[in-house]
C-alpha cells in the first residue's frame, strides 16, 4: 500500500468523509531539511460531516488525530482543508 492510499485509508476510517483528495507536492521541497528523512509533503481536502460546528484549528486537530503516528513516521508537512458538506463548492 502506497503512503497516500494508506493516508486515505486512515482519514476514511476514522472521518468517514464525503470526499477526499490528496496530493503529493514531496517533489516540491527536495532538498528541504525536512524532506531529507524520508517523510512527505501532502495536501488534503476532506469533506466531513464531522467538521459541523468546529473552527478550523479544531477541525485540523480532527485531521491529525485521524492520521496518528502517520504524523511521526510518514507526513513531514500537511496542508489541510477541512470542510463541511455544506461548505464544499
Keep these: 500500500m ?4 494508506r493516508i486515505r485509508a486512515a482519514l476514511q476510517q476514522k472521518l468517514e468523509p464525503f470526499a477526499v483528495e490528496i496530493i503529493d507536492d514531496s ?7 525536512g524532506a531529507r528523512d524520508g517523510r ?3 495536501t488534503v481536502r476532506v469533506v466531513a460531516r464531522c467538521f459541523e460546528g468546529l473552527r478550523p484549528l479544531a ?5 491529525y488525530a485521524a492520521l496518528g503516528d502517520m504524523m511521526d ?17
Design 73 to 89: 513516521t510518514d507526513i513531514h508537512a500537511l496542508v489541510i482543508e477541512a470542510v463541511t458538506p455544506g461548505e464544499a463548492g
Design 59 to 63: 477541525r485540523h486537530r480532527v485531521v
Design 27 to 33: 517533489h516540491l521541497h527536495a532538498g528541504h531539511a
Design 40 to 42: 512527505g509533503h501532502y
Design 2 to 5: 502506497t503512503r497516500i492510499e
